[in-house]
């Protein structure tokens, strides 16, 4: 008989430590500045602070952002290169604590078109010649030497997180299980090497990886390879060491769209690692679709 993960009475306990925690942390900030690109993420964000009565303050990034979002609150609008004016938006406008939220894609030298004091800090990023997690760590760096605070996504709307166990009506089979023993262990290997975060496995068999193209790449390359029989599955998890200020994964409904398009049975997450954005509509589609949802501790 398949045994399922469930929330035992530790894991409550850390839960409980964790919300405790994440409460004092949220007494001790201000004012929230959401720095916003693209997707629902900062729409969700948004939507919760202004539940618990926490104020907040967006800059919307272009192109990513669609300032239609922020039509209802104060806002600013301003390009990846104008430094300036974002930290000059946030000392005005009261903000103590950033987070960061949304699609963006890293452009070109050309595309940014920086003001002053991003031109200052960009110059500083190049004589540093940093790849993609230094230069988002740099960048914080940048940001706090300034007086603020960078907070990761799960200290500012804790409730969004993954916790342990099975979202929905759709339950995992005993293959399925051994598919997500078997990717999490090349989901690892993969983290380690700062390759890619998620990884599908049918049948023992590792058919895609994600790099840097991408889920929805990955998922279309596995529906290509699979086999008849057991649906595929898919593992995603948190790269070892990764700076969830600048960079937390996460699943949403775009996400179960992709997994029912290519013929995928379930995903495993984990638990304390991703982001669920609008989780009542996910666990839904889910279930219409067939398809399992599950936190495991890594």
């Given amino acids: 008989m398949t045994k399922f993960p469930e929330i035992s009475t530790s894991a409550l306990c850390f839960h409980y430590l964790r919300t405790f925690n994440n409460k004092k942390r949220m ?7 959401l720095l916003a690109g693209s997707g629902m993420m900062p ?8 539940e618990r009565g926490m104020d907040i303050y967006v800059i919307g990034l272009l192109p ?4 239609a979002t922020f039509a209802d609150m104060p806002y600013t609008m301003a390009k990846l290169g104008e430094a300036g004016k974002m930290l000059k938006a946030f000392k005005n406008n009261g903000v103590t604590d950033i987070v960061m939220a949304g699609g963006i894609k890293r452009p070109s030298f050309k595309e940014l078109i920086p003001d002053w004091e991003g031109t200052k ?26 007086g603020f605070k960078v907070r990761g996504i799960e200290e500012i709307v804790p409730e969004m997180m993954f916790h342990e166990g099975i979202y929905g009506s759709v339950k995992p089979s005993s293959d399925d299980m051994d598919d997500i023993e078997r990717g999490v262990v090349v989901a690892k290997a993969l983290g380690g090497v700062d390759v890619g975060q998620a990884v599908v496995v049918q049948e023992g068999m590792v058919l895609a990886v994600e790099a840097v193209e991408g889920t929805d790449m990955m998922l ?3 529906a290509i390879v699979k086999k008849q029989g057991k649906s595929p599955i898919m593992v995603k998890i948190k790269k070892p060491g990764q700076d969830t200020r600048t960079d937390m994964p996460a699943i949403g409904i ?6 029912k398009k290519y013929g995928i049975g379930g995903i495993a997450v984990e638990a304390g690692g991703i982001l669920l954005i609008e989780k009542e509509e996910v666990i839904r589609l889910a279930n219409e679709s067939g398809i399992f949802l599950i936190g495991l501790k890594i």
């Fill in 27 to 33: 007494d001790d900030i201000k004012k929230v500045g």
């Fill in 43 to 50: 729409v969700q964000i948004i939507k919760s602070c202004r």
């Fill in 64 to 67: 990513f952002a669609e300032e």
């Fill in 121 to 146: 800090i960009l110059a500083k990023l190049a004589m540093k010649k940093l790849g993609d997690d230094g230069m988002f760590r740099a960048v914080i760096d940048e940001i706090e030497s300034r």
């Fill in 220 to 222: 279309s390359r596995a």
């Fill in 254 to 259: 775009q996400t179960i769209e992709q997994l």
